[in-house]
Nanobody, 127 residues
Framework: QVQLVESGGGLVQAGGSLRLSCAAS????????MAWFRQGTGEEREFVAT????????YYADRVKGRFTISRDNAKSKVYLQMNSLKPEDTAVYYC????????????????????WGQGTQVTVSS
């Protein structure tokens, strides 16, 4: 499994922005999926965004589309999540996830598609 370390979380007012980063140990293939999920208190972990390769397919959850942007640097094995126009309902622990060899058995939006997970970084949006 790949080791993942997230950073960039914090406290921000509604309408503000944050940029999350996730660094993966070792080099990832260009076909690997790198994703962000989040989990609010008392809620299930949910899909936020995923990206395959550099300039490859990108998918967003409807509730973040137009506000969040996922990007990655394959040379550095890093993935980023730029979060703009943040809302209190975006408050959650954000997790980075990797699927090193995506088989297509599970949806890219499914937790089951990813075998490596970071420890998470807290994002709190105040109203």
């Amino acid at each position: 499994q790949v080791q993942l370390v997230e950073s960039g979380g914090g406290l921000v007012q509604a309408g503000g922005s944050l940029r999350l980063s996730c660094a993966a140990s070792g080099r990832l293939s260009s076909g690997a999926l790198m994703a962000w999920f989040r989990q609010g208190t008392g809620e299930e972990r949910e899909f936020v965004a995923t990206m395959r390769g550099s300039g490859g397919s990108i998918y967003y959850a409807d509730r973040v589309k137009g506000r969040f942007t996922i990007s990655r640097d394959n040379a550095k094995s890093k993935v980023y999540l730029q979060m703009n126009s943040l809302k209190p309902e975006d408050t959650a622990v954000y997790y980075c996830a990797v699927s090193s060899f995506y088989s297509g058995v599970y949806s890219v939006r499914s937790l089951a598609a990813y075998e490596s997970w970071g420890q998470g970084t807290q994002v709190t949006v105040s109203s």
